[in-house]
């Protein structure tokens, strides 16, 4: 018998939970799951824990099957589709850093496929679960992958910082230094803007390294 577990009001009143809460007598049959229960319970349970939210979860918190799911839907993915979820991208089948080239390749055809070519690397990490290190490890490079891929180097998005101030935060964290910073030094000094802003415009932190060093000549 499943111990008691404490959930929101939200969860309670989901359609398989309202029926199969864990203080439910197990004597009593409970049939199988109905198609648009499972649908409406993904809906809740996606609203409490995020979009996200994997399989294994879901079937915890709804108290249904593999089966069950399988009995109105050829795969989780369906049944995420059904409640207005994206898919997601099975990745856990080995460990991450087996994934070969032509493996992360395909994944990015199929993110790209879903969430479209302006799919930025952070992006494309949640919904794979793929680290940067993989990624970087297999083609250098975001923009090289993108380019494997058959797209633009970059993705076409509005900036909304320039590389001018880009440059000028990392002048910023030199000037405490003393010289050029290392990466985990940009971030560890308190550096306002993320790595992926950083990897976006200029490739790789040695990029930024190499705009810096002409920006900082043109500010001497």
């Known amino acids: 018998m499943r111990g008691q ?17 864990p203080s439910s007598d197990p004597s009593l049959e409970v049939g199988v799951a109905e198609k648009a229960d499972l649908t409406q319970s993904l809906i ?18 709804a108290y249904c099957t593999d089966e069950e799911i399988a009995e109105h839907f050829e795969s989780w993915n369906a049944l995420r589709q059904s409640a207005g979820l994206d ?8 460990p991450s850093n087996h994934h070969t080239r032509a493996e992360i390749l395909e994944l990015l055809r199929q993110a790209v496929a879903v969430h479209g070519e302006n ?27 993108r380019l494997a891929a058959g797209l633009t180097p970059y993705a076409h998005v509005r900036l909304r910082h320039s590389d001018e101030e880009l440059l000028a935060d990392v002048h910023r ?4 230094l003393g010289r050029a910073p290392r990466r985990i030094d940009y971030q560890k000094k308190g550096g ?17 390294l190499a705009a810096y060093e002409s920006f900082a000549a043109s500010r001497s």
């Open 119 to 145: 799919i930025s690397l952070q992006k494309f990490q949640t919904v794979t679960g793929l680290s940067e290190r993989l990624i970087v490890s297999r083609f250098e490079r975001w923009s090289e992958l």
């Open 87 to 94: 898919p997601q991208f099975e990745t856990t089948r080995r």
């Open 5 to 21: 577990t404490s959930f929101s009001q939200p969860l309670s009143e989901s359609p398989l939970a309202r029926n199969r809460s």
């Open 192 to 208: 306002k803007f993320s790595g992926p802003t950083f990897l976006r415009r200029f490739g790789s932190w040695e990029g930024v």
């Open 44 to 61: 809740d349970y996606a609203a409490v824990f995020g979009d996200d939210i994997s399989a294994e979860l879901f079937r915890q918190v």
């Open 173 to 176: 964290i030199a000037q405490e």
